[in-house]
């Protein structure tokens, strides 16, 4: 009687079920997109922590260096870099972890549980917000660093964009976390949605090498794939080269934590949907 | 590029079957529902009755996979809902006043997210096509927080329709309607059900709306069914003249030999 509603006919293409996957996951990522076509100041709010951390730091390097007019030096390129490619990791987790909470705040968890989404389609249309989030909120400050203080991010060549990719994933994994947090414990952990990333720069070796930490954090610092992205953006602007041992053990490192995290936000989702929690999650 | 389809639904299954459901909120608490079993057929609108924490919201829950039973087994549409919920999903759907929509999304734009969500065909077309049927056209391109209780109503409605789904769910769908607008809808379901064989199952406080409705009604008390029966069955076993004494008869634990003549 209704054969629009694609119901099951003995055998499913594998081809069909990947292309309403993709559909679903667009759904998704529509229903952001409207949302942030009709809302300016969450545009806005987007760029303006970034900017406004691009504008504080760059002046900071500029006093630092002691040349104010010669930014362009190798100390101003360490760490403008560390904050545009740092922005790019807690933008990440922040575009995950607040697309989940949107839903939570609007109330429309139960429709989104109740449709054929999947767990993981629900993950892949969250990572593909972040995504839409970091490109939107990070470009103007990569745009401001050029013109203000004539740092290029791209100057340390293309491994860049692998740097990017390294910093997305441990954005997602730790998103993970913090979903799973939300799922646990309600919207009560929203809280750790904008500070947990944050928690973690002092072990990350944002703007110094691991090496300056004390002994006994170094292997805290080692276990983020953070630390290598920085330990290798520093050697491709000090001295040119391709950390390619630190670039191996950052995507490593996203792989397990993401794996980590991912279970941990199976097992979460689960216990939620046992406790009755996804039926008033906000509360 | 093909695969076998895990659990095959069997033909002319019932709409819902719930076999022996118990559902505990934690080890030591009391059952939210308990040793429920009933099997609903395709084609007809059953209700579920019962006062506040009878067990209706859990039951609800639990036929959509959004809770899973302590113990027991469901299955909709033929779909073992343990092992293959989003194949009853995908054919299913749900409505509630107390789940909202985005309210800063138009309702072009809530109705657009859920045809994506359930994968459906031609969805600029269904959209104009409900639009159209639930008087919703004029409203499209409003932003769903800026409508009236009877407005969203019809908007959940078109929402919880935008699939074609074969099972539909509704937790109290004229909640907080004037008597007007709850006709209304009462009317375009009795309808719809007429036109495509939708099965559906209600649960409402409104005893004259599960009366004109549905062809059989669960009573539930303290997670359990405690009666069940045609509305007219129940009023002639009861000896009462609407469906609200019966349900007032059941809450209080009145049989009809202690009612007063």
């Known amino acids: 009687?209704?054969?629009?509603?694609?119901?099951?006919?003995?055998?499913?293409?594998?081809?069909?079920?990947?292309?309403?996957?993709?559909?679903?996951?667009?759904?998704?990522?529509?229903?952001?997109?409207?949302?942030?076509?009709?809302?300016?100041?969450?545009?806005?709010?987007?760029?303006?922590?970034?900017?406004?951390?691009?504008?504080?730091?760059?002046?900071?390097?500029?006093?630092?260096?002691?040349?104010?007019?010669?930014?362009?030096?190798?100390?101003?390129?360490?760490?403008?870099?560390?904050?545009?490619?740092?922005?790019?990791?807690?933008?990440?987790?922040?575009?995950?972890?607040?697309?989940?909470?949107?839903?939570?705040?609007?109330?429309?968890?139960?429709?989104?549980?109740?449709?054929?989404?999947?767990?993981?389609?629900?993950?892949?249309?969250?990572?593909?917000?972040?995504?839409i989030r970091v490109i939107v909120g990070v470009t103007p400050a990569v745009l401001l660093a050029w013109l203000l203080y004539a740092f290029g991010l791209f100057a340390m060549g293309p491994v860049v964009v692998a740097f990017f990719a390294a910093l997305l994933m441990m954005g997602w994994a730790v998103a993970l976390g913090v979903t799973s947090l939300l799922l646990r414990y309600g919207a009560g952990a929203e809280a750790l949605a904008w500070s947990v990333l944050f928690g973690l720069t002092p072990v990350a070796a944002v703007f110094y090498p691991v090496a300056i930490l004390p002994a006994w954090l170094q292997p805290v610092a080692l276990a983020l794939p953070a630390a290598h992205v920085f330990e290798g953006m520093r050697m491709a602007l000090l001295q040119h080269q391709i950390a390619w041992g630190h670039l191996l053990a950052a995507f490593l490192l996203d792989a397990l934590w993401l794996a980590v995290m991912g279970w941990i936000f199976m097992r979460q989702f689960q216990g939620a949907r046992v406790r009755g929690a996804l039926l008033n999650i906000g509360e | 590029m093909t695969k076998p389809v895990p659990a095959q639904p069997a033909a002319g299954a019932p709409a819902i079957l719930a076999d022996h459901l118990t559902k505990r909120y934690a080890p030591d608490a009391p059952p939210a529902v308990e040793d429920l079993s009933f099997a609903m057929p395709r084609g007809a609108t059953w209700g579920l009755l019962g006062g506040n924490g009878a067990g209706k919201t859990t039951t609800i829950a639990m036929l959509l996979g959004l809770l899973v039973p302590s113990a027991g087994r469901i299955t909709c549409l033929g779909h073992d809902m343990a092992r293959n919920r989003f194949a009853a999903l995908a054919r299913m759907n749900f409505s509630s006043p107390y789940i909202a929509l985005p309210s800063r999304l138009s309702v072009g734009e809530n109705l657009r997210v859920y045809a994506h969500l359930y994968d459906v065909p031609l969805a600029e077309k269904r959209i104009a096509e409900l639009a159209a049927q639930l008087q919703l056209t004029e409203l499209l391109d409003r932003p769903a927080g800026q409508l009236s209780a009877g407005q969203k109503t019809r908007v959940a409605l078109a929402k919880a329709l935008v699939n074609r789904p074969e099972l539909l769910l509704l937790d109290e769908p004229t909640a907080s309607l004037d008597p007007d607008t709850g006709d209304w809808v009462r009317s375009w379901l009795e309808r719809y059900r007429a036109e495509t064989g939708c099965s559906i199952l209600l649960a409402s406080h409104n005893m004259g709306e599960v009366e004109r409705l549905c062809a059989h009604v669960l009573m539930l008390k303290q997670g359990q069914v405690v009666d069940q029966g045609s509305p007219a069955s129940l009023l002639e076993k009861y000896g009462r003249d609407d469906l609200e004494e019966v349900f007032l008869d059941i809450a209080r634990g009145r049989r009809r030999e202690e009612m007063p003549a």
Do not use: C, K
């Open chain 1, 1 to 131: 009687m209704r054969p629009e509603t694609g119901q099951a006919t003995g055998q499913t293409s594998l081809l069909d079920e990947g292309r309403a996957a993709l559909r679903r996951i667009w759904g998704l990522v529509y229903r952001h997109l409207a949302l942030y076509r009709r809302s300016w100041p969450r545009v806005l709010e987007l760029m303006y922590w970034p900017v406004l951390q691009m504008i504080v730091w760059g002046f900071v390097t500029a006093y630092l260096a002691g040349v104010q007019n010669d930014v362009t030096s190798v100390a101003a390129g360490v760490l403008l870099g560390g904050v545009l490619l740092w922005e790019v990791a807690l933008r990440s987790q922040m575009g995950f972890s607040i697309s989940f909470l949107e839903e939570i705040w609007s109330r429309n968890l139960g429709h989104v549980f109740v449709s054929p989404l999947r767990p993981r389609e629900l993950v892949a249309g969250l990572m593909a917000m972040s995504v």
